[in-house]
């Protein structure tokens, strides 16, 4: 399944919770058709310390993955827009589909 979404993208979720929020995309898993979104959907994790002070314990935060369906990619203008693909100079680009305006590659992480 394409997601059409990439590490990096800034995305905002649409439903849910956290709907509203805007973060960027930091993990997709495109088997299951997930993307974890930073400060979007935070689990908190309790952790046991490990042996000999390898490993600290503690309650750890992290953030849980959710369904790509559940969010929009965001364009210059700060509008959640669906995305489509299209060949331009004989390259296939991400297009926002409200605008026809090229998405931007996503921020090296």
Not at 44 to 62: D, F, M, T, Y
């Amino acid at each position: 399944m394409a997601l059409g979404i990439r590490k990096g993208d800034l995305v905002r979720v649409t439903k849910g919770a956290d709907s509203g929020k805007t973060g960027r995309v930091l993990a997709v898993d495109p088997a299951l058709g997930r993307v974890r979104v930073e400060k979007i959907r935070i689990q908190k994790h309790h952790l046991k310390a490990g042996r000999r002070g390898v490993r600290a314990g503690g309650i750890v935060e992290q953030e849980g993955f959710i369904d790509a369906s559940n969010v929009q990619l965001v364009d210059a203008k700060g509008k959640a827009s669906r995305v489509r693909v299209e060949t331009q100079e004989g390259r296939r680009v991400r297009v926002f589909a409200s605008s026809g305006e090229r998405v931007p590659e996503p921020a090296a992480s």
